[in-house]
């Protein structure tokens, strides 16, 4: 079983490598964060086939729905709750197995059982969104996916 683990990371680092050079080149083209979101979540969302890719920017103290690709989502989001408020609120990238075990989680959609959220910060280093990604899997999430997804979140500066 751990082989089968070792090789699925490997690929999954593998499709990453691909995929951040090009999110990079469409990031510096366009100076527009919108038409950057909308590019970078269906990037995200073709290459891995995850069940929800997205964004959501702070807009007058909440978490407010952006560009994303996947079934409909929650609109707003307080600071704190659920796992995207509380990526804001620690601005602590959160990985989540098992979103039926999150104190708190917001149930946006039944399918989704694990999750993953990435701070997005400005060039003062305050979260201005985040990166939202749910899976309709069980432990889809782990550090290759941290490491890579918060380099991606890095190119919003």
């Known amino acids: 079983m751990a082989e089968h683990l070792e090789i699925s990371s490997g690929c999954k680092r593998e499709k990453y490598e691909a995929l951040l050079p090009q999110i990079e080149a469409v990031v510096a083209a366009e100076s527009d964060p919108i038409a950057n979101m909308a590019n970078v979540a269906s990037?995200?969302?073709e290459t891995f086939g995850f069940w929800w890719t997205g964004f959501y920017r702070v807009i007058d103290d909440m978490l407010v729905l952006g560009p994303f690709q996947g079934p409909m989502a929650c609109t707003r989001i307080h600071k704190g709750?659920?796992?995207c408020g509380t990526a804001w609120l620690?601005?602590?990238t959160q990985v989540v197995p098992d979103v039926e075990q999150f104190p708190g989680h917001i149930t946006c959609s039944s399918a989704s059982r694990?999750?993953?959220v990435v701070?997005?910060?400005d060039?003062?280093?305050e979260v201005t969104g985040v990166l939202d990604i749910d899976s309709a899997?069980?432990?889809t999430f782990d550090e290759t996916d941290r490491i890579y997804l918060e380099?991606?979140?890095n190119l919003f500066h």
Do not use: F, K, Y
């Open 151 to 153: 380099q991606v979140a």
């Open 43 to 45: 990037m995200i969302h």
């Open 137 to 139: 899997e069980l432990n």
């Open 81 to 83: 709750r659920g796992v």
């Open 114 to 116: 694990s999750e993953i």
């Open 123 to 125: 060039a003062n280093g």
């Open 119 to 121: 701070p997005i910060h």
């Open 90 to 92: 620690t601005d602590q």
